[in-house]
């Protein structure tokens, strides 16, 4: 038998030499980096320890750019967001246990976001492995089981031969749909080994696309074609496959209004006549959706915040779009489609027929009327001032970050990101300290736009070490900090549950003076002339600090 070996790998005489005669003086750590950058990574953020030293060590022989954050909690969130806004794999560098565990709920958000993060970890040595308690710095009985429930897969490496191939693994782990969170650890003795094996080449990673199966596109195609009331509520996973395009093409194909969740602002245009924007956290909105005859669920598991704290209940046929498997009909019957949004988005718009409702726009207006009159009966000029302000002064294409905060809880619904892929928060997980990290993840990314952070005082406490960040790397962002003495949202929280709040109030600094510490310019605002000062301070370069002193409401919920 004759085999085609015209696939071989073949290299010039000097690659060969190269391959047969690495450079002295490289250990399992330089392997980590080579194979980094063989699959294409550019960045990498982190926080050296003790035994992750090998690791670090080789980033000053690679052409890979560090970013340190002070916390690693941080750092994740940073890798989060580079993640999320690039598309592309983020590395995370973490050493053993104390530093491995600050991580995870930042690995928690990336997640609940799908956000591609690579996190690479230290181990104590091989020889301590297996669960003894042999007495190590940082060791863990088994530090794979604190992530294992986070993170979408595990890769251990014992051997340096075994770094590459584990390194590939987690790479395209993390870029399958749905992109997620990603573990490898390598114990501190392989990672300091002197290594006499090859330079890591180009790798391939690629993951296999998801694309729907075909007899459901076709029953999709068919309920949607011949649907009286439709209606697509699009989520995170419109975003994420950038298929903001189809997803416009496909609603005026068959003229149905468009709801956003919280985690795809943006994904339609807000001002369209089929936008019924993102007000998901009010009845008259649920209403609708639960009238629909048909309904596409597109990139969203309907879970509570897009389900108006599941009280919605809708009486048509469900279509649900997602690349996340457990979430399909895991809240509501439907005709499950597995698969990412942009392939099945793309295989719909071809496969329905086009409908016209003359009453459609007419519809969605007298929907977003009656939201707006809900919201004027309540008092609440103060809370839409301070979100124009921002609106105003952010430039259309800057990404902005925002903290669980009472301002980002009204953005969610009432923010118009304009552009996808622009607006982002924790409400996946939900965790405090998100907005400023991230924002560094994303000023790292694309330092060419200007970046806004928005936390409140308690989320802000939980970042203020990455201030020195910022400046260190002099990254184009502003972080608005609204000052309201404590943890706004739980006081409004426990005051309408129990009838006052416990726990709450919080003494916090002179929040200029010390960002001015950090030599990070800082100005003071109030709600008149935030638009003004923000603006200013987006604007210039490098980073700086707003301080809006301000009680702002949330409006009623509807779900109670």
Do not use: C
């Not at 002197?194 to 596109?217: K, Q």
């Not at 802000?460 to 910022?470: G, P």
């Not at 605002?525 to 809006?548: C, F, I, M, R, Y």
């Amino acid at each position: 038998m004759s085999h085609d070996h015209d696939d071989r790998p073949r290299l010039t005489p000097a690659q060969a030499a190269a391959v047969l005669t690495p450079p002295p003086g490289r250990n399992g750590g330089d392997l980590v980096v080579e194979s980094l950058q063989g699959l294409g990574a550019t960045t990498v953020f982190g926080l050296p320890g003790q035994h992750a030293l090998g690791m670090f060590d080789a980033l000053r022989r690679s052409a890979l750019s560090y970013v340190g954050l002070r916390v690693e909690n941080n750092a994740g969130f940073a890798a989060d967001a580079y993640g999320r806004i690039t598309g592309e794999v983020a590395p995370l560098l973490l050493s053993t246990g104390p530093g491995a565990l600050t991580s995870l709920a930042a690995l928690q958000e990336a997640a609940a976001a799908s956000a591609p993060v690579l996190a690479i970890s230290s181990q104590i040595p091989a020889a301590g492995l297996g669960g003894g308690r042999h007495g190590y710095l940082h060791e863990l009985r088994d530090q794979q089981a604190s992530v294992r429930d986070i993170v979408k897969s595990v890769h251990t490496v014992r051997t340096a031969s075994q770094i590459p191939s584990a390194i590939a693994a987690a790479w395209e782990s993390a870029l399958s749909a749905p992109h997620g969170p990603v573990w490898v650890e390598i114990p501190q003795d392989v990672l300091l080994t002197e290594t006499t094996l090859p330079v890591v080449s180009a790798m391939d990673a690629t993951p296999r696309e998801l694309h729907p199966r075909p007899e459901l596109t076709i029953a999709a195609a068919h309920l949607l074609s011949n649907a009286e009331r439709p209606v697509i509520l699009a989520g995170g996973g419109v975003v994420r496959s950038d298929a903001s395009g189809k997803l416009l093409a496909l609603a005026e194909k068959i003229d149905a209004p468009v709801v956003t969740t919280f985690g795809g602002k943006g994904a339609f245009p807000w001002e369209h006549p089929l936008s019924l924007r993102s007000w998901l956290e009010d009845r008259h909105t649920t209403d609708f959706l639960e009238d629909a005859d048909v309904l596409l669920v597109v990139g969203s598991g309907l879970g509570e915040l897009s389900s108006n704290y599941h009280t919605f209940r809708p009486r048509g046929r469900v279509i649900q779009i997602e690349a996340d498997a457990g979430k399909l009909e895991s809240n509501h019957p439907a005709l499950g489609i597995h698969s990412d949004a942009r392939e099945a988005l793309a295989d719909l718009l071809e496969a329905v027929e086009p409908r016209q409702d003359a009453g459609v726009a007419e519809r969605v207006r007298t929907v977003l009327e009656k939201v707006r009159s809900r919201i004027a009966a309540q008092d609440l000029t103060l809370e839409q001032q301070v979100l124009a302000a921002v609106r105003e002064a952010l430039p259309d294409a800057a990404p902005s970050f925002w903290d669980m905060t009472i301002l980002a809880y009204w953005a969610w619904s009432a923010f118009d990101a304009r552009h996808p892929n622009t607006m982002h928060s924790a409400q996946g997980a939900g965790g405090l300290g998100y907005g400023f990290p991230a924002a560094i993840g994303a000023a790292t990314a694309d330092p060419t736009k200007p970046v806004l952070a928005v936390s409140g005082d308690g989320g802000a406490m939980y970042s203020i070490a990455e201030l020195a960040t910022a400046r260190q790397y002099d990254l184009p962002l502003t972080w608005l900090i609204v000052d309201d003495g404590g943890y706004g949202i739980l006081r409004e929280y426990m005051t309408g549950a129990f009838g006052e709040a416990t726990a709450t109030e919080l003494s916090r600094p002179d929040f200029v003076a010390l960002a001015e510490s950090f030599g990070v310019p800082a100005v003071r605002t109030t709600p008149e002339s935030l638009a003004a000062d923000l603006s200013k301070a987006l604007a210039a370069p490098g980073p700086s600090v707003v301080v809006l002193p301000v009680l702002l409401r949330m409006f009623e919920p509807t779900h109670l």
